[in-house]
């Protein structure tokens, strides 16, 4: 009954440190996505992997790289951590594009 | 451009009154729409998904309607509890951004008891 599974649950990173953010789901589903949540401006899609084998930007890619690992496993590098990284990050998954969506519990990351 | 908002941006009512939570998007080429609950600190569950060819979904005292000419979906909660406080997010999966699932920021709803 796990769902989505995400780790680490927190981070603190030094800025120019770099980090991967892990995401699993068990759900056999072909999408997955990142989203980054910030105070008052919602969820914003930094990448998605539609089916395994590919990869597409979202709304806010830039300072992140994104593997499809396999069907289950998706995950979010930082290569050169910024402050403007600081936010909670958000794994979604779904069986296509066209139903819902399942999340896991959230990456909350600090940048100093 | 997807785009999708939400007003208010947050909400106080006394237990046991109806709502309405409003959601407008601009993509005209709209697959689904869903509504979305998140509790402080948590993830997002799903609570309802309307596909394009449906006009509202109902699940216990939550109903959600959509209306693609105008661009607009209500979420109606029927007589609130305060194990309804959270915030209320809706999400526009569309083919004007190519099936990503674009989302509003959200309304704090907080029911008083």
């Known amino acids: 009954n796990a769902g989505v599974t995400q780790t680490p649950k927190f981070q603190v990173l030094k800025t120019g440190q770099s980090m991967t953010l892990q995401c699993a789901q068990d759900m056999n589903h072909n999408s997955m996505y990142w989203y980054r949540q910030d105070p008052g401006m919602g969820l914003r899609l930094i990448y998605y992997s539609a089916s395994e084998g590919t990869t597409d930007k979202g709304e806010v890619p830039n300072g992140y790289n994104v593997s499809r690992l396999n069907k289950r496993e998706f995950s979010l590098r930082l290569e050169s951590a910024a402050p403007s990284q600081t936010s909670v990050y958000f794994c979604?998954?779904?069986?296509?594009?066209?139903?819902?969506?399942?999340f896991g519990s959230g990456t909350q990351l600090s940048v100093l | 451009k997807q785009e999708v908002t939400q007003i208010p941006a947050a909400l106080s009512v006394p237990e046991g009154e109806n709502l309405v939570l409003n959601c407008s998007f601009t993509?005209?080429?709209?697959?689904?729409l869903q509504w979305f609950r998140q509790d402080p600190g948590k993830g997002l569950t799903s609570l309802l998904l309307i596909q394009s060819s449906q006009r509202e979904q109902t699940s216990g005292r939550l109903n959600a309607s959509l209306d693609k000419s105008s661009g607009r979906s209500t979420l109606y909660i029927a007589a609130s509890q305060p194990g309804d406080s959270a915030t209320y997010l809706c999400?526009?999966?569309?083919?004007?951004?190519?099936?990503?699932?674009?989302f509003g920021a959200g309304t704090r709803l907080f029911v008083k008891a």
């Open positions: 999400a526009e999966t569309g083919g004007a951004g190519g099936f990503k699932t674009i």
């Open positions: 993509d005209s080429a709209i697959y689904n």
């Open positions: 979604a998954s779904t069986r296509t594009a066209l139903e819902k969506l399942f």
